[in-house]
């Protein structure tokens, strides 16, 4: 059996992972994949899907480190019992956010020291981790321009001011620059050049591994 592929998707809101990873999977399938499972952060369990309501409730007060652990029960309990098994048997994972989402959203947009986080994943993860991120950067401006053209209005993270999204862009583009695992891909850019930045990505890493 051939080892399983976790490929994630990261960006801020408005970035566009959700279409790309759908553009990623229907590429796949015309390929002959037929075993891919998605998953989202927070989220994908029934336990991570509690927790996601109270992280994205406008209503409710988090405070970062809170914010923080919740995030890792949530990835931990997602890891565990869905995208390790679904490695094991083979499948490709697209997972919409994964721990890079914690160094950027509760280092850089909270604050929180980046080594405590670090060793917060290397205590819970380990040395797990993506086989490819595809990191969708946009200006946040742009981004919650497009969350706001959906008209559903905007959670307890998109209500947050643009130096909260600039932070986190910064540590985004950071982590991205010291690590060749990550992919920065320009999310402002046309639709087609998008996913065809995506699909070349991908190509390259599968034809890497073989």
Do not use: W
Request: hydrophobic content about 40%; glycine content about 10%; charged content about 30%.
């Amino acid at each position: 059996m051939k080892p399983g592929c976790f490929i994630v998707f990261e960006g801020l809101e408005g970035s566009g992972k959700s279409t790309c990873i759908s553009f990623l999977e229907n590429m796949l399938r015309s390929r002959g994949v037929e075993d891919i499972v998605r998953t989202r952060e927070p989220g994908g369990t029934t336990l991570a899907e509690k927790l996601r309501s109270i992280l994205l409730d406008p209503s409710e007060q988090v405070v970062p480190e809170a914010e923080l652990l919740m995030m890792y029960a949530s990835r931990v309990q997602l890891v565990q019992t869905v995208i390790r098994p679904s490695l094991e048997r083979g499948a490709y994972v697209l997972g919409d956010r994964h721990d890079l989402s914690s160094m950027a959203y509760q280092g850089g947009g909270r604050g929180m020291d980046l080594e405590v986080i670090r060793s917060i994943r290397r205590a819970v993860l380990g040395d797990f981790r993506p086989d490819l991120t595809l990191l969708l950067d946009i200006d946040p401006e742009a981004g919650l321009g497009r969350v706001d053209s959906r008209g559903r209005g905007r959670d307890r993270f998109e209500l947050e001011k643009l130096d909260f999204y600039r932070r986190i862009r910064e540590v985004y583009l950071a982590e991205a620059a010291g690590d060749s695992s990550i992919a920065v891909i320009d999310a402002s850019a046309p639709l087609e050049q998008v996913t065809g930045a995506v699909a070349d990505r991908v190509e390259e890493y599968l034809c890497s591994r073989g």
